[in-house]
């Protein structure tokens, strides 16, 4: 019996951290979820907490493009108070990683100045959101858990059926 080699023995070292890498996966989704949800639904709580101070901060500082500033209110606190909650279940996790996305680049665009450490929290969210629409939401999800095994059961039977 041969001793491996020091090539052999990395690989094997290797093959181990990326068991537990992948391992991490479904966690590592719920925990970005976790913390997008929180960030942007505690965002639309202020913001029909006071309604009228949203309308006049969309009236006076956000300028949405295209739309008047009533229906960018209304549209942007329904995206951060349903959106998050989706997300946060995993149920249309891609859809909703991908409308929060959009939610996200509006409110950098919408505003003439934004502090630079605004700005790097909107690239945070966008990188994490960009990563669940990339990868999906895990497995620790509604559409992981329930959702995709049923259509794979479904495809699997329509297949036999043909």
Do not use: C
Not at 92 to 119: K, T, Y
């Amino acid at each position: 019996m041969s001793t491996p080699t020091l090539l052999q023995r990395g690989h094997e070292l290797w093959s181990l951290v990326t068991q537990a890498l992948n391992a991490a996966q479904p966690l590592a989704a719920l925990a970005a979820r976790v913390y997008l949800a929180q960030v942007f639904f505690l965002s639309g709580l202020t913001k029909i907490r006071d309604w009228e101070t949203t309308l006049l901060l969309f009236t006076e500082e956000y300028k949405v493009p295209l739309l008047s500033p009533q229906l960018a209110a209304i549209s942007g606190t329904a995206g951060e108070l349903v959106l998050p909650v989706l997300l946060l279940l995993g149920l249309a996790g891609r859809f909703s990683a991908l409308g929060l996305s959009v939610v996200n680049v509006v409110a950098v665009v919408s505003l003439a100045e934004i502090a630079p450490a605004a700005l790097q929290q909107h690239i945070t969210w966008g990188v994490l959101l960009a990563a669940l629409a990339i990868y999906g939401v895990g497995k620790w999800s509604v559409d992981g858990l329930w959702i995709q095994p049923r259509l794979n059961r479904t495809a699997a039977t329509g297949m036999a059926l043909n």
